[in-house]
């Protein structure tokens, strides 16, 4: 009996220690990735490369950093993403540089007139979420009317449906239109009750802080709503500079200037609680996220989620 208990003993503690050594791995990686997923970039503030014709010198760049995720912008709505027309090539770059691709922006424009051809490069590629930065309705002196944000929740309602047939989630962000004020509410607020929960789901972009917009207080009231977030730090006890000219190229909800004046920080150099912001994440029903600052920013932002323990 006495080498029977040995042996077992021996073989207990060869089964602790490898389940010590595994979830010794797995803390490990949630720490080095918030949420257990990819860190993720946003292309958008790289444009210039892609349209320059430095797609893989971005890619590389940006895996040296420790990004593994790529959220791109349509070719077919994003101008300086034209380059990138040929899915099939644009994807083998990305896996040459060991990337992928499963969110991409496209514009309300080409969603409109030729969603079916934004969705076939998009499966080509092997996104699986198709996001637009904004509804793009009118605004006049940051209202507008409820008539305007039910018809553009109609609409986005039928653009999900046919990308729902073909495997796809839409989204949307929140800038632009979503900000404004609708008979005493928010727009994004009034949003949430007339799109879909199953055809349309949110992402969230952290630098409308400077709007009154708080990413884990809007992942807790809108439970399982999210899909995705920008990652961006703001400092909001600087001073407001000047906002800077908005980009007459830019798609509706974008490149619309300051959001709020206020600087943007390296990811935990700013006002935003990260820990806080992450785990109200889990509850929102955020898949990936992705930093959208510039190559800089990215840098020190990259090494800061690195680091972060949620």
């Known amino acids: 009996m006495a080498d029977i208990s040995r042996r077992e003993f021996f073989r207990k503690a060869g089964a602790d220690a ?17 949420l257990g997923y990819p860190i993720g970039s946003q292309t958008y503030p790289h444009r210039a490369m892609i349209s320059g014709g430095n797609f893989a010198d971005l890619c590389k760049q940006l895996k040296d950093l420790g990004v593994e995720r790529l959220e791109l912008c349509s070719a077919i709505g994003y101008n300086e993403f034209a380059k990138l027309a040929d899915a099939k090539e644009t994807k083998k770059i990305m896996a040459d540089h060991g990337l992928k691709s499963e969110s991409a922006h496209f514009s309300m424009k080409e969603l409109r007139e030729t969603q079916q051809k934004s969705i076939d490069w998009a499966k080509e590629i092997g996104i699986k979420q198709m996001i637009t930065a904004s509804l793009g309705g009118p605004v006049k002196d940051g209202t507008t009317t409820m008539d305007a944000v039910k018809k553009a929740a109609d609409e986005y309602n039928k653009i999900g449906e046919l990308a729902a047939k073909n495997g796809i989630q839409q989204g949307l962000h929140n800038e632009g239109f979503e900000l404004a004020m609708v008979d005493g509410e928010r727009v994004y607020d009034v949003l949430f009750k007339l799109l879909d929960p199953k055809l349309v ?28 977030m920008h990652v961006q ?14 980009d007459p190229n830019a798609p509706a909800g974008r490149g619309r200037g300051g959001r709020g004046g206020r600087p943007q920080k390296p990811v935990g150099q700013g006002t935003i609680d990260w820990v806080k912001t992450f785990k109200a994440a889990k509850v929102g029903g955020v898949k990936n996220y992705f930093v959208e600052q510039s190559m800089e920013l990215t840098k020190e932002s990259v090494a800061f989620l690195k680091t972060l323990k949620v």
């Open 18 to 34: 490898a389940a010590i050594g595994i979830l010794a791995a797995t803390a490990a990686n949630l720490e080095a990735n918030p």
């Open 201 to 228: 789901k949110f992402q969230f972009q952290m630098s409308t802080i400077t709007s009154g917009l708080v990413g884990a207080d809007y992942f807790t009231k809108y439970p399982g709503r999210f899909i995705s």
């Open 233 to 246: 730090d703001v400092d909001m006890n600087a001073p407001v500079p000047p906002p800077p000219p908005p």
